[in-house]
Nanobody, 121 residues
Framework: QVQLVESGGGLVQPGGSLRLTCAVS????????MSWFRQAPGKERERVSC????????EYADSVKGRFTISRDNAKNTVYLQMNSLKPGDTAVYYC??????????????WGQGTQVTVSS
């Protein structure tokens, strides 16, 4: 059974940092591209970042470039999202997502349950 379990969300002040973790099971992580998405209240879900199976290809949304870093540890079956210099506009539910193949396609096969990130003073 394929599972993606996010953790690491919470309440943080503007300018602070959080690291999100996505623990995966039920499949070989090193065969698949993985992404982080987010959805704020009243807004559409958007992709924040993506990392290919080999970590060679990495993409970021313009809104988070220079502040967020995606990484993966295939041996530990884990994908990370380091978020620095957080802004109130980063407040959202963050989702881990598995793609159908090695790369960063637009199609998602499996979603995690999400973790809430709130940036507020």
């Amino acid at each position: 059974q394929v599972q993606l379990v996010e953790s690491g969300g919470g309440l943080v002040q503007p300018g602070g940092s959080l690291r999100l973790t996505c623990a995966v099971s039920g499949f070989r992580l090193d065969w698949y591209g993985m992404s982080w998405f987010r959805q704020a209240p009243g807004k559409e879900r958007e992709r924040v970042s993506c990392i290919s199976a080999s970590s060679v290809d990495i993409e970021y949304a313009d809104s988070v470039k220079g502040r967020f870093t995606i990484s993966r540890d295939n041996a530990k079956n884990t994908v990370y999202l380091q978020m620095n210099s957080l802004k109130p506009g980063d407040t959202a539910v963050y989702y881990c997502a598995k793609h159908y193949n090695l790369g960063c396609s637009q199609f998602v096969e499996v979603w995690g349950q999400g973790t809430q990130v709130t940036v507020s003073s």
